[in-house]
Nanobody, 116 residues
Framework: QVQLVESGGGLVQPGGSLRLSCAASGLTFSIYPMTWYRQVPGKERELVAGITSGGGTTNYGDSVKGRFTISRDNAKKTVYLQMNSLKPEDTAVYYC?????????WGQGTQVTVSS
């Protein structure tokens, strides 16, 4: 059974930092590109950051470029999202996704709230 479990969310003040983790099990993690998405109720899911299976290439949504960094540790089957200079508009539920061929897996999400 494939599981993606996000952690690290919480309440942080504007300008602060958080590091999200997504631990995978039940799949050959090292062959999957991984992506972080976020969603606010009533809005479409937004791509935050993606990373290739080997970690050599990353891409970011325009709203987070220069502030967020995605990375992965294939030995630990974990993908990370370092979020710096957080803004209130970063408030959302953050999900990790593993997608390859027709296979598509999602975590349950972790809430990030940026507020003073």
């Amino acid at each position: 059974q494939v599981q993606l479990v996000e952690s690290g969310g919480g309440l942080v003040q504007p300008g602060g930092s958080l590091r999200l983790s997504c631990a995978a099990s039940g799949l050959t993690f090292s062959i999957y590109p991984m992506t972080w998405y976020r969603q606010v109720p009533g809005k479409e899911r937004e791509l935050v950051a993606g990373i290739t299976s080997g970690g050599g290439t990353t891409n970011y949504g325009d709203s987070v470029k220069g502030r967020f960094t995605i990375s992965r540790d294939n030995a630990k089957k974990t993908v990370y999202l370092q979020m710096n200079s957080l803004k209130p508009e970063d408030t959302a539920v953050y999900y990790c996704n593993a997608h390859k061929w027709t296979l598509d897996y999602w975590g349950q999400g972790t809430q990030v709230t940026v507020s003073s």
